[in-house]
């Protein structure tokens, strides 16, 4: 096992910023914009318009689909690239996680891509990270059923998407880690990719060899307009299909 250096977390946890913006956490302001907890209520919260509806439709908008599951989708994998990439790179350069809570995380829905997100207090969590609990359960889980209740999305494209944006979060640490000669942070990286994946939620949604992942299921970005399938898609070519094919 490899073990992981304890670092004091900074109040801007500017070890991350030279990560990219996948990974960056901004600390300050923001306290106008809803926080995650908002955005994965079932039902709009009062007083505030739907983060999470709004969030669709802008993704929805910019890829210029007409179809709000498939922006929904799209929408859940880019928030999810976020979270996982934030947690991993705290955990792998501090040793330990911020209270990533949904009521700490504030988002602006309406903005650009990666999604921007602000930790409102940074509160070290006791003990080793814990990633199942702070993004997987504390965020996908509530994100899935939330999307699953309003458009129809199927829970194994939805888990899909979560394993490809840690895969994706995972590879993009560890490519950092070599160019920066930082053999220690992919070690790192790939013990705590691992763990993750062994997951009951995780375990089947695709197949990895090294940093490489390949899915089960589809995020449908085949059916943006002019849209593909990526590179680890469980389709070598877009299908041609009923609208429902590959939700699973």
């Not at 996680?97 to 009521?103: I, N, T």
């Not at 299921?217 to 593909?228: E, Q």
Request: charged fraction near 20%; charge should be positive.
């Amino acid at each position: 096992m490899v073990l992981l250096p304890v670092v004091d977390l900074d109040p801007e946890l500017a070890a991350l910023r030279p990560l990219g913006g996948f990974f960056v956490l901004r600390t300050d302001g923001a306290a106008a914009l809803p926080t995650l907890a908002e955005a994965y209520g079932t039902a709009p919260p009062d007083g505030h318009r739907d983060p999470l509806a709004a969030r669709v439709e802008v993704v929805a908008e910019r890829l210029r689909t007409p179809e709000s599951r498939v922006a929904a989708s799209l929408a859940q994998q880019g928030l999810a690239a976020r979270l996982w990439s934030a947690a991993l790179g705290c955990a792998v350069l501090y040793g330990r996680l911020p209270d990533l809570g949904p009521r700490l995380l504030r988002w602006d829905p309406l903005g650009s891509a990666p999604d921007d997100l602000w930790l409102t207090d940074v509160r070290p969590l006791p003990g080793e990270p814990d990633l199942v609990a702070g993004v997987l359960h504390g965020h996908l889980e509530p994100l899935g059923e939330t999307l699953t209740a309003r458009y129809g999305l199927a829970a194994g494209l939805l888990w899909g998407n979560a394993g490809s944006a840690l895969a994706g979060a995972a590879r993009e640490l560890d490519r950092w880690a070599r160019a920066n000669g930082r053999r220690d942070v992919a070690d790192r990286t790939r013990t705590l990719t691992d763990a993750l994946f062994t997951h009951p939620l995780l375990r089947t949604t695709g197949t990895r060899t090294g940093t490489a992942f390949r899915r089960r299921s589809c995020c449908l970005y085949y059916r943006v307009p002019g849209g593909g399938v990526c590179g680890d898609c469980c389709f070598t070519r877009p299908p041609r299909s009923s609208p429902n094919a590959a939700s699973g």
